[in-house]
């Protein structure tokens, strides 16, 4: 029995026709490639230093504590950005992790 199947054999097997074709002559004809292939070496990409350019930065002074009109503390605050707002909610949801009254005292650029 053969066990070799062609395409249209197995369509017709998956879709269920009953009818069995006419045998079909298997030609098998093979791809010929070359045995050798001559591959050119990669040069390696040389990577060039990437400057840093300059990040703008804001010093943001903050007034914290934990009791009400009580004691409060200075905090330095370091962002790098351009925007003063941004800055500020940056340096207050910091503050707020660890104290419970924040006050914006002032930003700076550096």
């Known amino acids: 029995m053969n066990t070799e199947l062609t395409e249209e054999e197995m369509r017709r097997a998956l879709s269920g026709e009953s009818k069995s074709p006419a045998p079909a002559s298997n030609s098998l004809v093979q791809d010929t490639a070359p045995d050798v292939v001559i591959v050119q070496p990669v040069k390696p990409v040389k990577k060039q230093k990437v400057l840093k350019a300059f990040t703008p930065r804001l010093r943001v002074t903050l007034r914290v504590g934990n009791e009400f009109e009580g004691k409060m503390h200075e905090m330095?605050?370091?962002a790098?950005?351009?925007s003063s707002l941004v800055a500020q909610q940056?340096?207050?949801k910091t503050a707020r992790k660890k104290y419970r009254f924040v006050?914006?005292?002032?930003v700076k650029s550096m």
Do not use: G, K
């Not at 006050?103 to 002032?106: A, D, G, L, P």
């Open 76 to 78: 330095v605050h370091e």
């Open 80 to 82: 790098d950005t351009l």
């Open 90 to 92: 940056e340096a207050t």
């Open 103 to 106: 006050e914006v005292v002032s």
